[in-house]
């Protein structure tokens, strides 16, 4: 019952360096999210995929690629990190846009 | 554009009293809807949904919530609060068109005092 996996938890990084989150789920479903989520803005969406191979852009996408490569997997990376990606990261998959799961969550932090 | 709106930021009782949660949106068709609770340094926790049907649905921990289709809003309610009912609380929209992913308000803190 694993659910949705967020790996890592916790991360620090400085500016410019690059990172990848993962996002791995056992429920076989077909669709997944990134979002970030800061202070007063409740979550946002980063980049989205509905299905193996397939991805598109959410409300905020600069600074992210994604990348989902087998259908468990959903990859979010940041190439050259800023302090404004300073944020908690979850990842979500749902079944047929009906359930969904979150992770939970992993904090990054931009120095 | 759709959104979510949340109108309080906080929302303060105290244990035992009855609790609102605000939560309005704009959505184009006839959405799903969505509550999530978050605890300190937690992920989110489902509460409840709407998809069709009796307007007031019932979730876990003894919330509830109350469908209003001409005023577009999604209430989150509790009949008696408490202590350990205090964290953040998102409500979420879900636009009936297939691909699409849930539209979050920015969120209420709600805080029961005992």
Not at chain 1, 37 to 55: A, C, F, K, W
Not at chain 1, 70 to 85: D, H, I, R, V, Y
Request: with cysteine; net charge positive; hydrophobic share 35%.
């Amino acid at each position: 019952n694993a659910g949705v996996t967020q790996t890592p938890k916790f991360r620090v990084l400085k500016t410019g360096q690059s990172m990848t989150l993962l996002c791995a789920q056992d429920m076989n479903h077909e669709y997944m999210y990134w979002y970030r989520q800061d202070p007063g803005m409740g979550l946002r969406l980063i980049h989205y995929s509905v299905g193996e191979g397939t991805t598109a852009k959410g409300e905020v996408p600069d600074g992210y690629n994604v990348s989902r490569l087998k259908k468990q997997n959903f990859l979010l990376g940041l190439e050259s990190a800023a302090p404004s990606q300073t944020s908690v990261y979850f990842c979500a998959s749902s079944y047929s846009n009906m359930g969904y799961t979150f992770g939970s969550g992993t904090r990054l932090t931009v120095v | 554009a759709q959104s979510v709106a949340q109108p309080e930021d906080q929302v303060n009782v105290a244990e035992g009293n009855p609790l609102t949660v605000k939560c309005t949106y704009s959505v184009s068709g006839n959405p799903y809807l969505f509550w999530y609770v978050q605890y300190p340094n937690r992920g989110l926790q489902f509460l409840l949904k709407y998809i069709t049907g009796d307007n007031l649905v019932k979730g876990s921990y003894g919330f509830e919530a109350e469908f209003n289709k001409s005023q577009t809003s999604f209430h989150l309610k509790k009949p008696s609060a408490l202590v350990s009912d205090s964290a953040l609380y998102f409500c979420a929209v879900r636009p009936n068109q297939a691909g699409t992913a849930l539209i979050f308000g920015k969120g209420t803190t709600l805080s029961v005092s005992s």
